[in-house]
């Protein structure tokens, strides 16, 4: 098994039992006749799981959907690296691709191994933080459809931008080409392919069974960093009145700073940093600072500019990543607070 942040090899895992542990028993704590900082992280977390549970349940089933669909059908998806279809496919492959942010730059580096541009990775590593399925349904039951869709468009834009500028520096000199660039055969049918994995697809109630069991099996690593994020959102409402949330990470240029500061530093998989985004925009009114906590960590997190120094044998590739999409994400972020300012 790979080892990252979202598994654990052979080593237990103790926060998906501890956090699964704290969350029934605070909601459990719920109905019961308490007083005091219990009951308010009790009603916490009865509050934010009673809007998630949808979008995990059905998050587990697309898991399971996906577990299903070859690798390579999803690599080949890429299409030609140096090109806008290939940035745009994989900045698709990244939305859609339902892994944890660290997961992802595994399946990332892979993908530089195995000959994707550049840019291509770079698209596909940006534009999936917290765009896979799961977490976008998650999101979206948190903060609703109009600003899931906003950051999920948003957040491709971001990816498509600094894909391009990263095949535009490749091209001028400035940073290395991919050494294991290699185009997709022209024989290759992708249609034809994918069509015959449909066609072999059997949709049964035992079928659908084993699809959710996979599922659950498949997004254990998932759930525990979705679960510590949830318990560490609880303690914010819990511990920090909506007032002081307002004034330390409101959408203030002080707020945002703070926000980015915290998103550097903390490190949470993105399935962690999904309700505590969601806070940002709920109770301190800060949608700009939700989108930059959202988009700051894959670009400022030293896991990834270490794993793609070690990938790219580049210090100057790992460091133009913050360097091209830490400024856009801070742009859109002003713009998002001052509509609402």
């Excluded at 009673?50 to 080949?76: A, T």
């Excluded at 535009?168 to 294991?180: D, I, Q, R, S, T």
């Amino acid at each position: 098994m790979t080892e990252s942040c979202c598994t654990i090899g052979k080593r237990k895992d103790v926060i998906l039992p501890i956090t699964t542990t704290i969350i029934v028993a605070a909601y459990a704590a719920h109905f019961l006749d308490l007083s005091g900082t219990v009951a308010l992280f009790s009603e916490s977390i009865f509050v934010l799981m009673n809007k998630m549970w949808w979008g995990m349940l059905l998050g587990i089933f697309f898991v399971g959907v996906m577990d299903h669909i070859p690798r390579d059908l999803i690599i080949s998806a890429l299409g030609k690296g140096g090109t806008f279809g290939g940035l745009l496919r994989a900045t698709g492959a990244g939305v859609l691709l339902d892994l944890c942010s660290h997961g992802i730059l595994l399946v990332g580096m892979k993908l530089y191994e195995r000959g994707a541009s550049l840019g291509q990775v770079m698209a596909f590593l940006i534009a999936s933080p917290w765009n896979s399925l799961s977490l976008t349904l998650i999101l979206w039951a948190l903060i609703g459809l109009k600003w899931t869709i906003t950051f999920l468009l948003l957040s491709m834009v971001i990816a498509l931008i600094s894909g391009t500028i990263f095949e535009k520096l490749v091209g001028k000199g400035v940073l290395p080409e991919n050494p294991h660039k290699k185009d997709i055969p022209e024989d290759f049918l992708f249609w034809s392919t994918a069509r015959a994995e449909l066609a072999k697809a059997s949709i049964t109630p035992k079928t659908m069974a084993l699809t959710l069991n996979d599922g659950l099996k498949g997004s254990a690593m998932i759930l525990r960093w979705i679960f510590l994020g949830t318990v560490l959102a609880a303690l914010l409402q819990t511990f920090v009145s909506a007032d002081q949330f307002q004034t330390y990470f409101g959408p203030t240029l002080a707020g945002l700073g703070l926000t980015l500061l915290v998103a550097t530093i903390l490190e949470v998989c993105s399935e962690g940093s999904v309700p505590v985004a969601g806070d940002l925009l709920t109770r301190a009114g800060a949608p700009g600072n939700s989108f930059a906590f959202l988009m700051t960590g894959v670009a400022t997190d030293y896991t990834e500019i270490l794993s793609l120094k070690e990938t790219t044998k580049s210090w100057k590739i790992s460091f133009f990543l913050p360097l091209v999409t830490v400024p856009q994400v801070i742009l859109i972020a002003i713009i998002l607070n001052k509509m609402v300012a």
